[in-house]
C-alpha cells in the first residue's frame, strides 16, 4: 500500500498522540494510516461512524493504535468532551490535523437573460463556515492548552489551492480556506513561543468523495492543466502531514505548503 511507505520516513511519530479530524474517508483517512505507520496513537474523528470504525479497525489490524469517535467539528461540546476524553485515556495530545471539510457549491449571483435565477443560500455559507473555519478554530482551541502545558504541539489545518486563487461557484468554501490560512498565520505567532507550530496544507485537485461530482470533461481539463500529468491522491497529502507533523519539522511555522503537481503554474 502507497501510505505504507511512509513508515521508512526519518522524521517518525513514536509515542506521540494525534487527533485527525475528518478521518474516516479520503485525506483524512491516508493521513490517519500514515500517522498510525509511523507510530503514533491516533484519534480518528468524523461524523461518519460506520467508515471511522473501519478505518480504525483497518489500522489497528495492519498493527497501529487507533480508536474512533464520532465528533461534529462545529459542535464546541463534542470537541470539548472528546478532548477530555483524549486527555484521560491518554495524558497527552502532540498533533492536531484540522481536515475535516465540505462543499456547497454556488455562485454568489447566477443571472440568466438579465434575471437574477439563482444565488448562494445563507445556509450554504453558514454550514461551510461552520465546518471548514469555526471547526478549525474550535478544535485548535480545545487542544491548545494541553500542548501550552506540553511545550510541544503541532497544528496542521486543511486549506486548499482554492484558498490562494479563489474559484468560480465558491464563494462561501474559498472564504473557509483563505480563513484557514489566516488563523494559520496568527497561531504560529501567538504559541510559537510554547514549541507549538502551526501550518497550513494547500492541496490540489485529490481523487476523494469531495471531488466526485466534478464533471470528468472539467477534470480531465484539470489534469492537462497539472504539469505532472495526474490528479493528486490522498496519501500525496498524507505524507505532506507527516513531514510536518514530525519534530524534525520544528522550524516550520507558519507555513502553507502547496502540494498540487504545479497546477497553478500549469494555468
Ligand atoms: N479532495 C480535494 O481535492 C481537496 C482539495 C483541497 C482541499 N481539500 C480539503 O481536504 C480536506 C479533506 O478532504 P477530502 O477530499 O478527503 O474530503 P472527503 O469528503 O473525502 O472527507 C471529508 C471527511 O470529513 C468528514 N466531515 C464532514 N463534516 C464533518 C464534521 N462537521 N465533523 C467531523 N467530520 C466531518 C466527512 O464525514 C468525511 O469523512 C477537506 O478540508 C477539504 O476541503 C480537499
Known amino acids: 500500500m502507497d501510505n505504507q511507505q511512509s513508515t521508512e520516513f526519518p522524521g517518525g511519530l513514536k509515542d506521540r498522540v494525534a487527533i485527525i479530524t475528518g478521518a474516516a474517508n479520503g485525506i483524512g483517512r491516508a493521513t490517519a ?11 480518528l474523528w468524523d461524523l461518519d461512524q460506520e467508515a471511522g470504525d473501519a478505518t480504525a479497525t483497518a489500522i ?18 463534542q470537541v ?3 478532548v477530555a476524553s483524549i486527555c484521560e485515556r491518554h495524558g497527552q495530545i502532540d498533533i492536531l490535523v484540522n481536515n475535516a471539510g465540505i462543499v456547497r457549491d454556488g455562485q454568489l449571483v447566477k443571472v440568466k437573460n438579465g ?9 450554504a455559507f453558514d454550514t461551510v463556515v461552520s465546518v471548514n473555519l ?11 492548552p ?19 486563487y479563489g474559484n468560480f461557484g465558491q464563494t462561501n468554501y474559498v472564504a ?22 502551526a501550518n497550513a496544507v494547500a492541496p490540489g485537485f485529490i481523487a476523494t468523495e469531495m471531488v466526485k461530482s466534478i464533471p470528468p470533461k472539467v477534470l480531465e481539463h484539470m489534469v492537462a492543466h497539472t504539469p505532472v500529468g ?20 520544528g522550524f516550520i511555522n507558519g507555513a502553507v505548503i502547496s502540494v498540487d503537481g504545479g497546477s497553478v503554474l500549469g494555468t
Open 134 to 144: 469555526k471547526g478549525v478554530f474550535n478544535c485548535t482551541q480545545a487542544v491548545v
Open 80 to 82: 470539548d468532551e472528546a
Open 176 to 197: 473557509t480556506k483563505s480563513g484557514v490560512i489566516g488563523m494559520t498565520r496568527v497561531w504560529a505567532r501567538e504559541l510559537g513561543k510554547y514549541g507549538i507550530t
Open 230 to 249: 495526474r490528479m493528486g491522491q490522498p496519501e500525496d497529502i498524507a505524507r505532506t502531514y507527516l513531514f510536518l507533523a514530525a519534530e524534525s519539522a
Open 33 to 43: 494510516h500514515a500517522f498510525a505507520a509511523a507510530g503514533a496513537t491516533v484519534e
Open 60 to 77: 489497528v489490524n495492519a498493527g497501529g493504535i487507533a480508536g474512533f469517535s464520532r465528533v461534529n467539528v462545529a459542535n464546541r461540546e
Open 115 to 123: 434575471e437574477v435565477v439563482k444565488q448562494m443560500s445563507q445556509e
Open 146 to 164: 494541553t500542548m501550552i502545558s506540553q511545550k510541544y504541539g503541532r497544528i496542521l489545518s486543511a486549506s486548499s489551492v482554492v484558498g490562494l
